[in-house]
């Protein structure tokens, strides 16, 4: 089971639509359950329902998931804040991979170089790689 986080969104539906094409059982985490009945038709097998400030919807949510694609609704000011929750629900549930997909914080300040980056690569200390 993988689960999508942002399900009802435009990326979320697209996510949700492709893992189930490809043959994967997604759970999708929406946020109000009429959003539910929309992406059933893009596939999902399971509905959860939540938000990403509720620690026990988000448990419930990763609870048996295989992986989590986190999407958060887009240039959110709690990002960073709803990223942390999904990922504390995903180590307290064993999930062993995780996507964050992110349109706000897709990169960040390099420690060594102090560039911005997407690469824990160019992150690493000189002679590490």
């Known amino acids: 089971m993988i689960l999508v986080t942002g399900a009802a969104g435009k990326t979320g539906k697209a996510v949700v639509k492709a893992l189930a ?13 009429e959003s539910g009945a929309a992406v059933k038709v893009m596939g999902a097998a399971e509905v959860a329902i939540g938000s990403f400030q509720d620690s026990g919807a988000l448990a419930r949510a990763a609870a048996g998931a295989r992986a989590i694609y986190h999407i958060c609704p887009n240039v959110s000011r709690d990002e960073l804040a709803f990223a942390c929750a999904v990922v504390a629900a995903a180590q307290a549930q064993g999930v062993a991979r995780f996507v964050y997909h992110s349109v706000l914080h897709p990169s960040r300040r390099c420690r060594t170089t102090g560039r911005r980056c997407g690469s824990r690569r160019c992150c690493s200390p000189p002679g590490s790689r």
């Open 21 to 33: 094409a490809s043959g994967a059982r997604v759970r999708a985490l929406v946020r109000r359950a």
